[in-house]
C-alpha cells in the first residue's frame, strides 16, 4: 500500500520570507513523487516531480523540492513568497518499480502569504 | 492546444437515480484517470486507463461504480443507484503513458450533488 502524509493543513508566511510545505510519504519499493497545485475554482496543475537522479528538483513559479530517501521525504519549497502563490497544495506518490499508473494524494496544505 | 474537458461541470440527482460523468482527456494521451474528491481532502483514486483496458479499478468503491473508455479516447464513468454519501467533485486527468512517471493533466471537475 502506498500513503501520503501532508502534516500541515495550513502554512502562513510573509511575502518575501521563504516557505516550506511538508510532504512524507511510504510505497514499496522507490517512488515517483509529484506536487500540483490548485488554485480557487481552477483545476489542479502540475508543479514538479522527482523520478530518478538529483535529490533536488526545480519546477515551475521558482518551485523546487527536495527528495530525502532515508527520511521518505519531499518538502516543497521556494525562497521567497509571493502573495499569487498562495493556493491548496498536494503531494502525490506512485509507485516506480511496476510503473503502476495509480497515485495517491494527501489531504492537500492551504499556503497563505501574506503581503 | 485543449486540456481536458469533462461535461457536465454540475449534476444534481436524487437518491437512487443514475448518472454519467464524462472526460475528453487531451488528444493523443493514453493514459486516463478518475478521482473523487471531497471537500477537504486530495484527490481519491477511483480507476485508470491504459488505452481501452481498466488497467487498475482497485480504488471503485463498489460494483455500483463503472467506468469505460470504449475507443481509447472519451471515457464515462457511471454511478447506478446514487446515494447520498456519492456527493463529491469527481476529476478526470490524463497523462502520456506511465513511463518515466508522467505527469497528469486534469480537468476541472464535475461536482456530482445527490439530494
Given amino acids: 500500500a502506498q500513503s501520503v502524509a501532508q502534516p500541515e493543513d495550513q502554512v502562513n508566511v510573509a511575502e518575501g520570507n521563504p516557505l516550506t510545505v511538508k510532504c512524507t510519504y511510504s510505497v514499496s519499493g522507490n517512488p515517483y513523487l509529484f506536487w500540483y497545485v490548485q488554485y480557487p475554482n481552477r483545476g489542479l496543475q502540475f508543479l514538479l516531480k522527482y523520478i530518478t537522479g538529483d535529490n533536488l528538483v526545480k519546477g515551475s513559479y521558482g518551485f523546487e523540492a527536495e527528495f530525502n530517501k532515508s527520511q521518505t521525504s519531499f518538502h516543497l519549497k521556494k525562497p521567497s513568497a509571493l502573495v499569487s502563490d498562495s493556493a491548496l497544495y498536494f503531494c502525490a506518490v506512485r509507485e516506480s518499480d511496476t510503473n503502476a499508473g495509480k497515485s495517491t494524494f494527501g489531504d492537500g496544505t492551504t499556503l497563505t502569504v501574506k503581503p | ?115
Fill in chain 2, 1 to 115: 492546444g485543449a486540456g481536458v474537458s469533462q461535461t457536465p461541470s454540475n449534476k444534481v440527482t436524487e437518491k437512487g437515480k443514475y448518472v454519467e460523468l464524462r472526460c475528453d482527456p487531451i488528444s493523443g494521451h493514453t493514459a486516463l484517470y478518475w478521482y473523487r474528491q471531497s471537500l477537504g481532502q486530495g484527490p481519491e483514486f477511483l480507476i485508470y486507463f491504459q488505452g481501452t483496458g481498466a488497467a487498475d479499478d482497485s480504488g471503485l468503491p463498489n460494483d455500483r461504480f463503472f467506468a469505460v473508455r470504449p475507443e481509447g479516447s472519451v471515457s464515462t464513468l457511471k454511478i447506478q443507484r446514487t446515494e447520498r454519501g456519492d456527493s463529491a467533485v469527481y476529476l478526470c486527468a490524463s497523462s502520456q503513458g506511465l513511463a518515466g512517471g508522467s505527469e497528469q493533466f486534469f480537468g476541472p471537475g464535475t461536482r456530482l450533488t445527490v439530494l
